[in-house]
């Protein structure tokens, strides 16, 4: 059973537009962090969100914390080849271990 | 400074080998995990260790071993190697693991083929 869902999947567009990747779960998380992936690394860290109803903005990056605490959104401005990457999201439960989605593989075309 | 380092990047063999993936980080943290990822990129955690004791395992085979000699490092020992055992496996660290969602530091994973 997937606890957190993403989507899309698959996302490709041209730079400058505008896009939103979702994170679902039926689940409620204490936080929820969303990562960028790029081939042949490690997922790195692009922000947490603890409180429901959050929003936190990094650049051109705004991420959204459900009110229930259970989805979060990621929504990109502008999208420029440098956000192409796989985006995850991740929930914690408990202290010691995090679910992460299934995915969003972003490809932004110049 | 390389934060989390793993060893070796690339890692093929035959299956029933036994075969062992090391993992050390220089950040001083308490707290280590390892993670497998499958072709499809879904990212699952195995294990997690804080201050070198297990704390938890996600259902793994017991053919995986963990092993922390040290707060500083968290090796994998696989026994008796399958197919189904190859994907990208990342260790991890964070300071402490909290519920508020402490930084994750991922290593650069090591990618097994079993043929």
């Known amino acids: 059973t997937q606890l957190l869902e993403q989507s899309p999947q698959f996302l490709s567009i041209q730079e400058g537009e505008n896009l939103t990747v979702y994170c679902n779960s039926s689940s409620v998380f204490s936080s929820l962090q969303w990562y960028r992936q790029e081939p042949g690394e490690g997922p790195v860290l692009l922000v947490t969100v603890v409180t429901g109803g959050e929003v936190k903005k990094l650049k051109r990056l705004t991420f959204q914390f459900g009110d229930a605490r259970k989805d979060s959104s990621l929504h990109i401005t502008a999208a420029q080849p440098g956000d192409t990457g796989l985006y995850l999201c991740a929930g914690a439960r408990g202290t010691y271990k995090y679910i992460f989605g299934t995915g969003t593989r972003l490809k932004v075309l110049a | 400074d390389t934060a989390v380092s793993q060893t070796p990047k690339y890692l093929v063999t035959q299956m029933g080998n036994d075969k062992s993936i090391k993992c050390e980080q220089n950040l001083g943290h308490d707290t280590m995990y390892w993670y497998k990822q499958d072709s499809k990129k879904f990212l699952k955690i195995m294990f997690s260790?804080?201050?070198?004791?297990?704390?938890i395992n996600e259902t793994v085979p017991n053919r995986f071993s963990p092993k922390s000699p040290d707060k500083a490092h968290l090796n994998l020992h696989i026994n008796s190697l399958e197919l189904g055992d190859s994907a990208v496996y990342f260790c991890a660290s964070s300071q402490v693991a909290s519920g508020s969602g402490d930084t994750q530091y991922f290593g650069p994973g090591t990618r097994l083929t079993v043929l």
């Open positions: 260790y804080n201050n070198k004791e297990l704390i």
